[in-house]
């Protein structure tokens, strides 16, 4: 299966042990640990390391696709992927995304979701995406809605970081898709 993407700007492909080092650095930032629900802080190497084997085994297991996001100069700048929302007939798809906050602002989110939904629809059949983010993180939903996403709702979810259940707003593309049952949680370290 092809699990390497070129954008314009941007490569995502598998993550790897080497990425662990940057992945704790990006991701230990609390400004993007508290925008994802999965992203404990502090953020150690073990907690990368594990994330890399989680990723691994969900790739393996074909319910979760995460992608290392990279620019050219500045090598890893985030993680974008999906994961299986339902049973394995689903055809529903979860997306999430984070970023290191020296790249927010710069479209690499939105490239890369648009990328991930692309190669998910040619690899896996996805044929509806979910995804959500916390209130008080409206540019993940302006990247969602720039990708044609529709709110479906708000939502409580729970945030490792934050180590608390703040409010949400949940989203669906194609508007109109009705998934069998929206998902319960917030998919955001494969990532937001």
């Not at 953020?43 to 990368?48: E, F, Q």
């Not at 990328?115 to 983010?133: C, I, K, N, Q, T």
């Not at 993180?137 to 703040?166: C, D, H, I, M, Y």
């Not at 949940?170 to 955001?188: F, S, V």
């Amino acid at each position: 299966m092809q699990l390497t993407m070129e954008t314009q700007r941007l490569t995502l492909r598998p993550f790897e042990e080497a990425d662990a080092r940057r992945i704790a650095f990006l991701a230990g930032d609390y400004g993007v640990a508290k925008m994802c629900g999965r992203v404990p802080h502090p953020y150690t190497m073990a907690n990368a390391f594990d994330f890399i084997g989680m990723i691994t085994r969900g790739r393996e297991a074909g319910r979760e696709f995460a992608f290392a996001v990279t620019a050219p100069v500045d090598g890893l700048v985030g993680a974008c992927g999906v994961s299986r929302s339902g049973d394995e007939a689903s055809r529903t798809w979860e997306i999430g995304y984070w970023f290191g906050t020296p790249y927010w602002g710069l479209g690499y989110a939105s490239e890369a979701a648009r990328a991930v939904m692309d190669w998910s629809r040619g690899r896996l059949g996805a044929e509806a995406f979910v995804a959500g983010h916390f209130a008080d993180n409206p540019a993940s939903g302006n990247v969602l809605r720039k990708l044609g996403f529709v709110p479906t709702g708000e939502q409580e979810l729970f945030g490792l970081a934050r180590q608390r259940v703040s409010p949400a707003t949940r989203y669906i593309w194609p508007e109109g898709a009705t998934p069998a049952k929206l998902p319960d949680h917030h998919g955001a370290h494969a990532p937001h």
